[in-house]
């Protein structure tokens, strides 16, 4: 049984992200080239896999008939969501299906489908018809106009979205507007940049590495890729009516780590930070982290001293809220910052020692902190925020450099 299925099931492509050639790599495949290749990324969408795949392959069939394969790439779901997908590859001979059991996320997903796909177009579309099918028809004709790539955006003539509460909406609306200030000349092109609906001329996307984190692969697209012209089609977002949504908090800060990665690797900063050889991504998790420790040093301090609560004295709150900030903050670079050095040290005796040294670097970084800040202040620019900013930078660095060198270090080889 499991091998019948394994025989239907497409090989995951490892190593780089990268999307290669169609002509270039595998001439054998000449004859089994389409014109359009549209990946469906799936987590736990068992009830609704059987409906896409026809109302898809309905649409695509009137139009480009035998011309179009439709993949789905599902990350192994608990429901055996890549089980049905399989079972529906007889009664519709354009499906093939992809079943990750090493690797996840939608954004890598998404590129793995590509990856396999033999398609001069490439497309991408949610597996739990929140994207109406029959749009594609609008998208596909862009490109046959001239675009590179179309968006299928909430926010154009035709758009929107279904019945959204205000607080959901505001936090879409805040995250594009983040976006914009971090990433003008991604975010910029687009009305909906975070939009999972589109498709894009493969030669746009090739010979380069993508690097996505978590659901926003059009800003990869977009960022990285070579795309000169854009067109735009209205859709409305509508309402799941089977299977649940996957976003939680971590989409939101795997979105900031995303923006700000893009932000540093491309273009003219890009550039500077590779020339450099500066570990960009582990310096962006420390900032992260170092973001939280912020408010939890302020929500603390606030609970400890504030004339409303306990009224402490402000040194002592100070004290108590910086090593607890701290505590947090070895927290989170041990877990997410550095894990893949922790991998190689698990024992608590190393963890303790690791601590202790991030502890007693940061206390280092306080005292440095506190200088720059006066030194900036009283000799270069007297304005007490901006000082206070240089100074933070300044320590910021200084608390990921040594804690680079010192505390996160493979220091027993087996
Ligand atoms: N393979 C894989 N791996 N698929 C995933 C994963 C994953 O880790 N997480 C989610 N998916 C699949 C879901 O099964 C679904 O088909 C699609 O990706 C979108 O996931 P949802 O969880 O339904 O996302 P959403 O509807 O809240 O969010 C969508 O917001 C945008 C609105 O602009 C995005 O996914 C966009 O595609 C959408 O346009
Ligand atoms: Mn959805």
Redesign the pocket.
Known sequence: MINYQNDFLLKVPSGNLQISDLTLTDISKIDQQVYFSLI??????RD?IKNVVSRLSQVLDEFIPGDYELII???D?PDG?WEVAVSLIPEYPQLRVMR?QHE???S???IRGWQAARGHILG?????L??PPHVLLQLLDAIQQGADLTV?S?HTEGGGVSSWSFVRRFL?RGAQLLGLVILPSVLGRVS?P????FIVRRQCITNVTLNPVG??ILLEVIGRGKVRQISEVGYV?SE?KQ?????TWKQYLDYIHHLVRLRFSTGKLGQFTQSIDFPINRFIRFGLVGLIGVFVDMAILYLLSDPTTLGLPLTRAKIIAGEIAIINNFLWNDAWTFADVVMQQQQWSQRLKRFLKFNFICMAGLVLNVLVLNLVFNFIIHNRYIANLIAIAVATIWNFWVNLKLSWRVTEVK
Do not use: C, W
């Open positions: 469906i990324p799936t987590y736990q969408e609704n790439v599902d990350d779901s969501t990750r996840r996320g939608l890598s997903a998404v991408v579309i949610d597996g739990d929140q994207h299928a909430r879409s909906d975070m939009s999972g609906y659901y926003k977002f799941r299977g649940e949504s996957k976003v």
